[in-house]
């Protein structure tokens, strides 16, 4: 049985925090649902860690439909959301046509969005039509050409922008809402102010959860940004293995008897005549 919209706004209610982690194949999401992680994301962040892209902004919906299909095969438990990649979601038509792929075609249970007031009514469109929509404040990677990768409403005018932009997302329809690369304080007032649950990425300990991508909560590259926490240095390990095996053909230690089949010498004599 999957988490449910429910099941969120409860965790929000009795004050149990929310862990999301992201997730871009079959094998990553099937040890996060084991590992009882309640929110699934698919971000279009695997431009960068999937794809070697230097943004978001190359992913298409294609890519997203893929990855996200992956990850609902390997998960059973829970609640798989999905990007809608860069310029999927400028008006209601185009976003009715990504949502509806990324529902039908990858069977997610829900999808994300990034902006304040301008794209609510497009969230309001989707959540009308039966889309579970998660909204995304602060920094918005698909606008980093325009915000640069920084912390965001720092100041007065900027931080009360954010606010009206969250409660308008809210009052459209969304079911919770990302902040991100947002200053902690704020985060925390945003999180008070609204019903829906909030999750931090970069936006300290105030929120009803926390967001972390795969690659840097298991160290798979070799820095990762501030505000990630790395659990394991998975890539390391990754890399002394590989080594291991390589060292090991070259030297004819691999493979062994063990793992090779062997054949009955009559029946080979036959076969060579």
């Not at 009206?164 to 007032?189: M, S, Y």
């Not at 998975?234 to 793992?259: K, L, S």
């Amino acid at each position: 049985m999957r988490t449910t919209l429910l099941d969120i706004r409860k965790m929000k209610a009795n004050g149990r925090r929310i862990a999301m982690l992201t997730a871009y194949d079959y094998a990553a999401a099937r040890i996060a649902d084991r590992a009882g992680v309640p929110l699934l994301l698919v971000g279009d962040s695997l431009g960068m860690v999937m794809q070697g892209q230097g943004t978001t902004l190359p992913v298409t919906l294609d890519d997203m439909v893929r990855h996200a299909a992956a990850v609902v095969r390997g998960s059973e438990s829970a609640l798989v959301i999905a990007d809608l990649p860069f310029l999927t979601y400028a008006d209601k038509g185009s976003a009715v046509a990504a949502a509806r792929r990324l529902m039908q075609e990858a069977q997610v249970q829900a999808v994300k969005l990034e902006g304040g007031a301008h794209v609510t009514p497009v969230v309001e469109h989707l959540v009308q039509h039966g889309v579970p929509v998660m909204g995304h404040l602060g920094f918005t990677p698909q606008s980093q050409h325009t915000l640069g990768v920084r912390v965001q409403a720092k100041q007065a005018a900027c931080a009360k922008r954010l606010i009206e932009d969250a409660l308008a997302l809210e009052a459209a329809g969304a079911f919770a809402l990302v902040l991100e690369l947002v200053p902690a304080p704020l985060a925390a007032e945003v999180t008070a102010r609204l019903r829906i649950p909030t999750i931090g990425i970069g936006a300290g300990a105030g929120c009803n959860g926390q967001v972390q991508v795969w690659h840097d909560l298991l160290g798979l590259f070799e820095t990762s940004p501030r505000h990630a926490r790395r659990y394991a240095e998975i890539g390391a390990a990754i890399e002394a293995a590989v080594r291991a095996y390589a060292e090991d053909v070259a030297a004819e230690r691999f493979p062994t008897q063990a793992q090779s089949a062997g054949m009955d010498a009559d029946e080979l004599a036959k076969a060579l005549g």
